[in-house]
């Protein structure tokens, strides 16, 4: 994803590196679903929010020292995902990909993709009215 | 193909080629569960679908693994040669459906007992087709299960792009 | 009023307390600014379009990309035109200023 600088703020961000990572879950999903048959296959999976620390995204540091640098809150920004190896130990007979597991998977992804880019387009919205001064 | 505007339906479509694929292989062998006596004399032997994982898709793998790319191994003997594109994988052209193989079913044809059969030998017995309905019906529910699955992916891909639009 | 409050008064230094000083030192900084604004309204948009590009023509830009780049350009621009608008709306308003 970019970095525009200006529309980086706390929620702008956050909502789109949440967009990124459900597009690349989707297309994991979708891999491993054209992949269900394919022996040899290794079903995969985008780690992204157990990578997040939710008690270190909200604090602010305290800094008891002149000089010391306080604790800055955890940007999901900065966070980045992995599409590693599911190991579920499942066997569908040709491999471990649970079709019904992903076809959940596809589900609520598209699900959160919607959200998130429903939210997105709310966030500029309310910039659009903020910098013409009226509802757009 | 992982890359693009469409990528991800890209990716559902391999597999449904592939489905696709193994559900008419089924059809034929069903379609010829009786057929004794093809254009060569002999029974209508059973096809099958094989999935193959393709060489590519395991290098990508690997190199993946090693956190290096095919780009890595290229010798340059001229500045400004271009890298070389990635290795088809299971989602790149030439995966999944493309490498959906069709081969025949080497396991022994069935003798049945009918010295009435056109076919029947001194003895009376007849080869009949390798194939056996039941394992073709449950290759035919799979196919289709799995051949919806990636429908089910494309709508979501679609429906993802389309919200994207919106933003 | 004593002596002592008297000095302080001489003190005041007559541009300061008419802002004069100040108007010249605003002018140019505020200039960069304006400046500094429209470059980034050009960067933002050409960023855009190299993701359109980039997108059309097979690369690794998805769709999201592409929509959140245009829609931030626009708004760095509606900014910018709502910024000038402002200032011409207030310099039309010294303009009609009696002096």
């Known amino acids: ?136 | ?167 | 009023m004593t002596i002592g409050s008297l000095k302080s008064l001489g003190s005041l230094d007559p541009k300061a307390v008419y802002g004069l000083g100040q108007k010249e030192q605003v002018k140019p900084g505020f200039a960069q600014k304006l400046q500094q604004a429209i470059d980034e309204v050009d960067s933002l948009q050409s960023k855009r379009d190299a993701m359109v590009q980039d997108m059309v023509a097979g690369g690794p830009t998805e769709v999201h990309d592409v929509m959140i780049a245009a829609r931030e350009s626009q708004l760095a621009f509606e900014l910018l035109l709502e910024t000038r608008n402002k200032l011409l709306e207030s310099y039309q308003e010294v303009m009609r200023m009696q002096v």
């Open chain 1, 1 to 136: 994803m970019i970095k525009t600088g200006l529309f980086d703020s706390a929620h702008l961000g956050a909502l789109k590196k949440a967009v990124d990572v459900y597009a690349r879950r989707h297309k994991v999903t979708a891999r491993n679903i054209a992949n269900v048959e394919t022996p040899g296959y290794r079903a995969e999976k985008v780690k992204f929010e157990e990578l997040l620390d939710r008690n270190r995204m909200s604090i602010q540091g305290v800094v008891t020292q002149s000089g010391h640098i306080p604790i800055r809150p955890q940007d999901p920004m900065d966070v980045q995902e992995q599409v590693v190896e599911t190991e579920n130990g499942f066997d569908n007979g040709v491999n471990n990909v649970d079709i019904d597991d992903q076809m959940t998977t596809l589900a609520t992804t598209d699900l959160s993709y919607r959200m998130a880019t429903r939210l997105l387009s709310m966030r500029y919205n309310m910039l659009s009215s903020a910098i013409k001064g009226r509802v757009v």
């Open chain 2, 1 to 167: 193909m992982s890359d693009g505007m469409f990528s991800a339906i890209r990716i559902s479509a391999s597999g449904l080629r592939g489905q696709r694929t193994k559900m008419d292989v089924v059809a034929r062998n069903l379609a010829n569960a009786e057929t004794t006596r093809t254009a060569d004399g002999t029974p209508y032997r059973r096809q099958r679908a094989i999935f193959k994982q393709v060489l590519g898709d395991r290098i990508n793998r690997h190199l993946q693994a090693m956190g290096r790319t095919p780009a890595d191994f290229m010798v340059r003997t001229q500045p400004g040669h271009m890298a070389p594109p990635p290795l088809p994988g299971v989602t790149e052209p030439g995966g999944v459906a493309d490498s959906v193989e069709v081969a025949p079913d080497s396991s022994e044809f069935r003798v049945v007992y009918d010295p009435g059969h056109p076919d029947a030998d001194a003895e009376g017995y007849v080869l009949m087709p390798n194939v056996n309905p039941i394992t073709e019906m449950v290759d035919m529910i799979t196919a289709s299960r799995a051949y919806e699955a990636n429908v089910s992916a494309v709508q979501a891909a679609k429906d993802m792009f389309n919200d994207a639009l919106k933003i």
